[in-house]
Each structure stands twice: as structure tokens, then as C-alpha cells.
């Protein structure tokens, strides 16, 4: 039996998505007005880029100025400095979703521009019963970020339904095509990532331009993973429910954890979870309480699109959040301080008002030693912090 897969064909722009302008916007701002910290210094050179051509010919040419650059999407993943960015901020205003091929056997495939907002392309899968993504629903941000950590909740990662990124490689100066075992997806990481080591920072040496989704074609989720999710579905972990009520819990749960952005609610001017979720050997793990959580670890460079990753041998991923509470820093930590974790959930970092960028990185500061001197555990940020930690 064989498949036949149709033409390729244009789905119809996210209905929330504003049309791009016709060519770029170029401005002054702050990092204060555009991230959901509200924190940031100015910076006087904005560009807000429509087409891909614009945005790269912005990058190329700081690159060969000498100056920093800072691609921005919704600005849910970043903590900026305090003083003036003396670089140039890049917005990607691109928003579209592309249906490129869709079949039984293929699923769908799907290119995505950078700059679209990552909720809207969830929303927009679950409403074309794609498979794939609908447990990462509620996920601020641009679907240019998610490749880059890999984002991932409630047991299903991004990395698990990317086929490949179209990217500009600052270092050639070209426009290439990472595919998913160039991506080296792990656990929050990519090779995009680990490249803001590498001297290009604050943004990586691959900027994002667009990502291909491979997708299967369901109106049921995903195995349901994490057993927090299956409860409230009022299903055991491995069975599958339709993805929409999928959805709907996951938002229910981040808005729980003041994990949805709400401008009256002071408990999400956060960038969600500060730290991520330490890895360590059997050995370490073993040091820690006997109540702290311990789970396996899963490879997602070893995954098969659309399926869970394979779990590492030797490795246990523990809770930040255990390690956060029990080292003496509760939900509510820091209050009235202008900056405090969310009185919903310890992992969240906030700005209840007013607060400086160099307040919130004391208190990640604070948090993160602490932890280290009361079980040895390293917290490593999850945000972009412009300007470093320390």
C-alpha cells in the first residue's frame, strides 16, 4: 500500500496575526517595554524586520560593525541589564504558517516563520487535528525560541516534532538548513544554544528564520506523560485524550502557577521558570534527600519525530523547584520586595513592581547559592541574562 501526499499548500494565516509591514521599522526602545520581566535598560536601535532579508542584512551588517546584537522575540526568556544596550535589537515581525505537504504516512509538514507566536501555532495545530505540540500549550514566546532550548512541558519536548530550522549562520554569512541531528536537541539545550558560549552572545551564531514541523495527523494527543497532567485529565499516564482537552488543562495548570501572562497579575511578570531542571549522575542524585524527586532522563538527540525520546542510562534528572523550596526559599520569597519569586510557584522569578534588572539577578543569585550550600546542586538560568550572572 502506498501513500499519496497532496500538492503543496498555503494555510491561512493565523487569525490573531496582525499583517507585516511592508518593510522595516526602525526605532529607539527599552528592554523594560518589551519583555514580560519589565525590566532593561534603552537601547537605540530597534529594527523590526518583515522579511527575512531584512533581517539578516541587519545582522550582517553590526556583525561587521563590531556591536552587539539581540534577536528578541515575545521577550518572555530574558533578563536584561540595567544600563544602555550598546547594540542593536532585532524583532522579527514575520508571522506565518505553511502547510508544506500532508499525508497519511508523512503526517503533516509544516514550515513555520520565527516570528510567529508560538501559543497561536499550537492553537493552529490542535484546530487542523495535528499531533504533536498541544502539551506545550500556553507557552509564551516566538516559534523562532522554541528550537533553541528546546522547549518542552508536561512530558513533551518541541525537539520531539522539528524536522530541521532554516537559520543565517553569522560565522559563514549564509543562510542554511540545520536538520534535526545537526540540532543536537537535549534536555533545554540545542547546538543553537551552546553556541552563545562561543563568543556571539547575547544571540547565538544561528539566528532562527524558520522551522519545519513534522506533525502526525490526530485529533488525539499525545501518549499523556506527566502524571500531574493525567490526573486532572482523569487519565492513567499513557493514554491518549483529545488534544484540545489536552490544551485546556495545560493552560489551567500554568495559570496555577502563574505560568500564563496576565498583565493583572504580578505573579507572571516573570520569564516562567528560571531554572531549569539540574542533571546529575546516580552518585550526585544519591547525596540528595531521600524525599527529593528523582526521575529518568530522556536523550531528545536520540528521539524519532513524533515519538518519546529514549531515556539516558546513568543520568537522574531532578526538581529545581524541591531544591528551591527546601533550601529556604518558598513561593512568596523576597515579599514586599520589588523582587520576588511568584507567590504560586518557586521556580518563577518576578518583578512585583518597580524592580531593577540588578535586583533580579541578586535574587538569582541568592537562590542559586543557596541551593549549591544546602545540597551542592549548581542551578543553571534558563533565561538570557544580557550582562551575565555574576
Keep these: 500500500m502506498s ?6 499548500s498555503a494555510v491561512p494565516p493565523v487569525p490573531s496575526a496582525p499583517l507585516p509591514a511592508t518593510r522595516a521599522r526602525i526605532g529607539a526602545g527599552s528592554f523594560a517595554e518589551l519583555t514580560t520581566f519589565a525590566v532593561g535598560g534603552p537601547f537605540d536601535r530597534l529594527v523590526e524586520a518583515s522579511s527575512e532579508e531584512e533581517i539578516v542584512e541587519t545582522v550582517r551588517e553590526a556583525d561587521a560593525e563590531g556591536v552587539p546584537v539581540m534577536v528578541l522575540g515575545g521577550g518572555s526568556n530574558v533578563l536584561a541589564a540595567d544600563g544602555r544596550f550598546p547594540g542593536v535589537v532585532v524583532r522579527d515581525v514575520r508571522q506565518s504558517i505553511v502547510l508544506r505537504q500532508e499525508g497519511g504516512c508523512e503526517g503533516a509538514n509544516l514550515r513555520v516563520s520565527a516570528g510567529t507566536p508560538w501559543d497561536d501555532f499550537v492553537v493552529h495545530t490542535i484546530a487542523n487535528e495535528w499531533m504533536g505540540v498541544e502539551a506545550l500549550s500556553g507557552i509564551p514566546g516566538t516559534v523562532g525560541a522554541a528550537p533553541v532550548q528546546n522547549i518542552g512541558a508536561y512530558g513533551q519536548e518541541a525537539g520531539g516534532s522539528i524536522a530541521g530550522v532554516r537559520v543565517y549562520d553569522r560565522a559563514t554569512g549564509r543562510v542554511d538548513y540545520l536538520s534535526f541531528s ?21 544571540s547565538p551564531r544561528h539566528i532562527v528564520l524558520d522551522v519545519d514541523f513534522q506533525l502526525r495527523i490526530a485529533s488525539l494527543s499525545a501518549p499523556v506523560q506527566y502524571s500531574q497532567l493525567a490526573q486532572l485529565l482523569g487519565v492513567q499516564p499513557g493514554e491518549r485524550v483529545p488534544s484540545v482537552a489536552v490544551r485546556d488543562a495545560v493552560v489551567e495548570l500554568r495559570r496555577s502557577k502563574g505560568m500564563v501572562l496576565d498583565d493583572a497579575d504580578r505573579d507572571t511578570y516573570s520569564a516562567g521558570s528560571f531554572f531549569t531542571n539540574p542533571v546529575l549522575s546516580e552518585a550526585q542524585a544519591a547525596r540528595l534527600p531521600d524525599d527529593a524527586p528523582k526521575h529518568g532522563l530522556r536523550d531528545g538527540s536520540r528521539t524519532v519525530l513524533g515519538a518519546a525520546a529514549p531515556r539516558v542510562e546513568g543520568q537522574v534528572k531532578t526538581s529545581a523547584a524541591w531544591l528551591i523550596d527546601h533550601a529556604g526559599f518558598p513561593a512568596g520569597y523576597g515579599m514586599p520586595g520589588p523582587a520576588a519569586l511568584s507567590t504560586k510557584h518557586a521556580l518563577a522569578l518576578t518583578n512585583r513592581g518597580g524592580a531593577t534588572g540588578a535586583q533580579m539577578r541578586e535574587l538569582a543569585r541568592t537562590i542559586r547559592d543557596g541551593v549549591r550550600e544546602a545540597y551542592g546542586v549548581v542551578l543553571e538560568a534558563e533565561p538570557t541574562i544580557i550582562g551575565g550572572l555574576d
Design 3 to 8: 501513500c499519496s501526499v497532496p500538492e503543496h
Design 182 to 202: 545537526q540540532m543536537e536537541f537535549g534536555y533545554r539545550t540545542s547546538v543553537v544554544k551552546k553556541s552563545l558560549k562561543g563568543g556571539w552572545g547575547p
